[in-house]
């Protein structure tokens, strides 16, 4: 994060865990604040020398995110294994409440899906109980793949509606049972983003 000029948690190579983040650096106080009793998942707050003293002339943002004492709320959140190592769940803000009070995390299943060549990025919401991904695909890979042959476009068309049906159920096995997506709609443009290259999710939530 910038706050954090940039990293709070991490490992090298030789002591990675598969999804983890690692753990916090020297010098680095990082607690999970209001963990839920089950999961143990909670708001990441960190307190160190990488921590920043407030956002320039704004303190009332400032405020918002650091306490008094130096503890700064991240927004995301995350769990800690026993062996000390962070796990980022994701946004707080952009946590999806499932059918039984499950948490869904949005940003794990863009993971998923991100990790399929033929998708450049992705973008998961709920709509009407159901959770949706938007994908905008990677048309060159698409392109020798599909208009490598003498098909029509309405075949090339339905090729691509059969991939991206495919792409729903590979990337449903490797979800649990509450993330599952219920449908692709292919983005044919690039999500828009903030200057820090975050999508802005607020413009494609229907």
Do not use: C
């Not at 890979?141 to 208009?147: G, H, S, T, V, Y």
């Not at 096995?173 to 200057?195: W, Y």
């Amino acid at each position: 994060m910038t706050e954090t000029s940039p990293l709070l948690a991490g490992t090298p190579p030789d002591n990675k865990k598969l999804r983890s983040t690692g753990p916090p650096l020297e010098g680095v106080e990082i607690i999970i604040d209001n963990p839920n009793p089950d999961t143990g998942e909670g708001e990441i707050v960190a307190r160190g020398p990488s921590v920043m003293k407030g956002y320039y002339k704004d303190p009332e943002r400032t405020a918002e995110v650091l306490s008094e004492d130096g503890w700064f709320r991240t927004g995301d959140l995350g769990v800690f294994d026993e062996e000390g190592h962070l796990y980022i769940k994701g946004r707080s803000k952009n946590v999806i409440v499932g059918p039984s009070g499950e948490n869904i995390y949005p940003e794990e299943i863009e993971g998923v899906l991100n990790q399929f060549e033929y998708v450049m990025e992705s973008l998961v919401y709920q709509h009407e109980g159901q959770l949706v991904a938007r994908i905008h695909p990677n048309y060159e890979w698409l392109d020798m793949e599909l208009n490598g042959s003498t098909k029509s476009d309405t075949k090339i068309e339905a090729s691509l509606n059969e991939l991206l049906e495919d792409l729903r159920k590979q990337a449903n096995e490797k979800v649990s049972g509450f993330s599952r997506i219920s449908k692709i709609i292919e983005q044919t443009e690039p999500f828009e983003k903030t200057p820090t290259q975050k999508i802005k999710r607020y413009l494609y939530v229907e």
